[in-house]
């Protein structure tokens, strides 16, 4: 089975998480996630989520620390989903890839569908600061 390498990073301000529901046109269309992608061959996990943030939102971010690494298998693939907490230098007001940008905060992020590699993430993020 393949396995994709995924980086996605946190932002937090205050007692809010930064998130980014999927557009239509994308698959897991509609479900909401932290923002990052797929690691290119010769591509450092923190190089990709640069990139990434950058070409789905044009902004620059500043990456911190670790925070999890879990795995999501599905029919045909298993992800492997790499989170870091970043801040950006400034908010993103629109992304090339979802319909809709959320500050939400951290006790009601269970109220919203997320990507499923994304759901173990939420919940560490709701034990962890909460």
Known sequence: MNT????????VSG?????AR????KSLAGL??????????????EEALKREIK????????IGEFFHENFHTDADKTIKLISYFMAFHDFPKESTSHDKLKWSKIEDLNKYDFCPPDVEVVEKLISHLS
């Open 22 to 25: 999927r557009s239509p046109d």
């Open 55 to 62: 070409e789905e939102f044009g902004k620059e971010i500043i």
């Open 15 to 19: 007692n809010k998480i930064f998130m």
């Open 32 to 45: 909401w996630e932290f923002p990052g992608g797929k690691v290119e061959a010769n591509e450092s996990d």
């Open 4 to 11: 994709i390498r995924v980086v996605a990073g946190i932002a």
